[in-house]
């Protein structure tokens, strides 16, 4: 008998494309390197391994400890609203699973992220080097509502994680110009805003309603 030999290994590059397609440009992300990062970038590899078949669903997915990826949309809405060029430096405070540094990582010129749960940070800096993504990010571990303070200031600051308030040292640690999206509100529901400082004035918008988990540290929940 003629043994015929049939692939079951998902086609991740077209679901990906889907993703692209449906829920990316079917919801009015419409800048193109966002677009081209989210096409390109594998985020299959950032995903728990048990998970995987979840990589390009409309959803958050789980990373353990209560934490998740953001769903897809909210990755690169973020992106979208940070307006990058590819010069900036940008701070990500919540590294998780590195899925969004990697996507900054490709829309700027360096991204410094960093997470206050160091086995984050560990997966994070594991996905990043597998992916060959780690070349202009580094993954810090610590309290990113403190920010990072040695390498401010920052052209762009991207928030994981919701707080009632934004931090102080994130918003003294943003340049001039420069902007800053950041869920706001209490733990179960947030709006997310866009902080855009420029010649010294501080100003904030909002860009949609969300619910992250929360920022926790010194400036965040305790
Ligand atoms: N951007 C990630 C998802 C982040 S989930 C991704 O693409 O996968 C939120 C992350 O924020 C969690 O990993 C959590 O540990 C982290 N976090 C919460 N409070 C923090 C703080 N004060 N500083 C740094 N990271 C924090």
């Not at 080097?129 to 202009?136: Q, V």
């Not at 902007?179 to 909002?206: T, Y």
């Given at each position: 008998?003629?043994?015929?030999?049939?692939?079951?290994?998902?086609?991740?590059?077209?679901?990906?494309?889907?993703?692209?397609n449906?829920?990316?440009?079917?919801?009015?992300?419409?800048?193109a390197?966002?677009?081209?990062?989210?096409?390109?970038?594998?985020?299959?590899?950032?995903v728990?391994?048990?998970?995987?078949?979840?990589?390009?669903?409309?959803?958050?997915?789980?990373?353990?400890?209560?934490?998740?990826?953001?769903?897809?949309?909210?990755t690169?809405?973020?992106?979208?609203?940070?307006?990058l060029?590819?010069?900036?430096?940008?701070?990500?405070?919540?590294?998780?699973?590195?899925?969004?540094?990697?996507?900054?990582?490709?829309?700027a010129?360096?991204?410094?992220s960093?997470?206050?749960?160091?086995?984050?940070?560990?997966?994070?800096?594991?996905?990043?080097?597998?992916?060959?993504?780690?070349?202009?990010?580094?993954?810090?571990?610590?309290?990113?509502?403190?920010g990072?303070?040695?390498m401010?200031?920052?052209?762009?600051?991207?928030?994981?994680?919701?707080t009632?308030?934004?931090?102080?040292?994130?918003?003294?640690?943003?340049g001039?110009?420069?902007?800053?999206?950041?869920?706001?509100?209490?733990?179960?529901?947030?709006?997310?805003?866009v902080?855009?400082?420029s010649?010294?004035?501080?100003?904030?918008?909002?860009?949609?309603?969300?619910?992250?988990?929360?920022?926790?540290?010194?400036?965040?929940?305790s």
């Amino acid at each position: 008998m003629m043994g015929v030999e049939v692939c079951l290994l998902p086609d991740w590059a077209a679901q990906r494309r889907g993703m692209v397609n449906t829920q990316l440009l079917g919801r009015g992300i419409r800048d193109a390197r966002v677009l081209r990062a989210m096409g390109e970038i594998p985020r299959e590899e950032f995903v728990p391994a048990g998970l995987r078949p979840m990589s390009y669903q409309d959803d958050p997915v789980p990373l353990g400890d209560a934490q998740t990826i953001s769903q897809p949309y909210m990755t690169a809405l973020m992106a979208q609203e940070l307006e990058l060029t590819g010069t900036e430096t940008v701070l990500e405070v919540g590294a998780g699973s590195g899925y969004a540094a990697a996507v900054l990582g490709a829309l700027a010129r360096r991204v410094v992220s960093i997470d206050i749960v160091p086995a984050m940070a560990q997966l994070a800096r594991q996905n990043l080097r597998r992916t060959a993504r780690d070349g202009n990010v580094t993954v810090l571990e610590g309290d990113g509502s403190l920010g990072c303070a040695e390498m401010a200031p920052f052209d762009a600051i991207s928030v994981a994680a919701g707080t009632l308030e934004v931090p102080a040292a994130l918003l003294d640690q943003l340049g001039d110009p420069g902007r800053m999206v950041i869920p706001v509100g209490p733990r179960d529901d947030q709006e997310l805003r866009v902080v855009l400082k420029s010649g010294g004035r501080v100003e904030s918008r909002f860009s949609t309603l969300c619910r992250f988990v929360p920022l926790r540290g010194g400036e965040g929940w305790s």
